[in-house]
């Protein structure tokens, strides 16, 4: 007997304003008097300021790395909505844990972009001490975890970090950053279940941008969408356009309050897509059509919220210049302050493992430290 499917697939992005899929920004710039979280324009501005901050950043970076002046960078483009809604819709002592594509969440934090970008230079004011690759970031002042690349495990150590902060009787709640490819590891089944059973207050972030990699998310299951994948482990699963950061921000600030008054976790599906390379080190034309990333290019969250703004009258071609211009000289002056900085110290690999350090690794380090060494060689 053949079983029916209930809920199509999303492929295109006129899927992204499917019935079943929230949005809030019409494709003319009006807003959906019924889903509109009705936020003050001048949250919506700084919204908009941070997306286009974090789009000028990654093309930066990007042409850095290509010049050979950094290592490797993990951008966002195309993706800034569904990362800086579901950031602003985390209240203050909240959690987050990142994925590898959330700079952005965490420059709205307040994290500084100097230290960002001692990161990606991995210089002595890194703050993983040049230990990792560039864009392996941490912030915990700012309540954001590390930057976990082995895919899923960051969604466990968010669960357990949740359930911890319910146990301790805090109202905070932790939100997790994954890709749909994510929903395949053993980690995400693992963190469901346990959120889903020990009713853990944290709100799952999968950023469905419709690649991991080389796979597109068709070939990544057989489940009709993503958020269904919360069912079975009892975790509610709502899907939002993930390329509208109005509607974003509701889902996720809904999710948010549902799991602080113990109300239980969330998955969020917010659909995407990746319109850049998975990173520096990848060329997405060797698997994917040009035609297919030039139609969602005409669902850009920038320029759809871009057209929001400039209907109200609040933004225009002149207002965007000088913000660039001013981000540019913001990111030139961290880029010349970060490359003139000196490496980590040399004694600096035996901190932080140990509160005190044992003998045999003190004496490694006398022994590192006075033997002969060609210069500038670590
Ligand atoms: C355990 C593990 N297997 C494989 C990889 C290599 N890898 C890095 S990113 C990636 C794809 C992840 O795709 P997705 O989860 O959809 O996130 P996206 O990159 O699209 O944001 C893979 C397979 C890895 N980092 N960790």
């Excluded at 902060?165 to 749909?180: C, I, L, M, N, Q």
């Excluded at 899907?239 to 109300?263: F, I, S």
Aim: hydrophobic share 35%; glycine share 8%; net charge negative.
């Amino acid at each position: 007997m053949q079983t029916q499917a209930q809920v199509v697939p999303i492929r295109t992005p006129d899927a992204t304003f499917a019935d079943d899929v929230l949005s809030v920004i019409e494709r003319d710039g009006s807003l959906r008097s019924e889903t509109d979280p009705k936020l003050p324009q001048e949250t919506v501005l700084r919204f908009y300021r941070a997306m286009v901050r974090t789009r000028i950043i990654d093309g930066q970076l990007e042409r850095l790395q290509r010049q050979g002046r950094i290592g490797f960078h993990i951008g966002s483009l195309g993706e800034e909505a569904c990362i800086l809604g579901s950031a602003a819709a985390m209240r203050p002592n909240d959690w987050i844990f990142p994925c590898y594509r959330e700079f952005g969440a965490l420059l709205w934090r307040g994290f500084p972009l100097q230290t960002y970008v001692d990161n990606m230079y991995g210089n002595a004011d890194d703050v993983v001490k040049g230990r990792q690759m560039p864009d392996h970031y941490t912030g915990k002042p700012y309540r954001f975890g590390s930057v976990s690349s082995p895919i899923g495990t960051q969604i466990t150590q968010a669960v357990g970090f949740g359930w911890a902060a319910r146990r301790k009787g805090t109202d905070e709640v932790v939100s997790v950053y994954f890709g749909e490819g994510a929903t395949s590891s053993n980690e995400f089944h693992t963190g469901m279940n346990f959120a889903g059973v020990m009713n853990a207050p944290v709100v799952f972030l999968c950023r469905n941008n419709r690649w991991a990699i080389s796979v597109p998310s068709e070939k990544q299951t057989g489940s009709a969408t993503f958020a269904q994948k919360g069912v079975a482990y009892g975790v509610r699963g709502v899907r939002v356009d993930g390329n509208d950061v109005l509607a974003t921000y509701k889902v996720v600030r809904e999710a948010v309050e549902r799991a602080a008054r113990g109300e239980g976790p969330t998955l969020v599906e917010m659909l995407t897509y990746r319109l850049g390379g998975h990173s520096t080190s990848d060329d997405p034309r060797a698997y994917r059509a040009q035609d297919e990333v030039e139609q969602w290019r005409r669902t850009d969250p920038i320029l759809r919220l871009r057209t929001h703004l400039e209907a109200l009258g609040v933004w225009d071609e002149s207002k965007e210049e000088a913000y660039k211009q001013e981000v540019e000289a913001e990111l030139k002056a961290c880029v010349a302050a970060a490359e003139a900085k000196a490496k980590p110290s040399l004694e600096s690999m035996f901190d932080d493992v140990f509160a005190e350090l044992p003998w045999h690794l003190k004496e490694q380090r006398e022994q590192l430290l006075g033997g002969p060494r060609a210069k500038d060689h670590h």
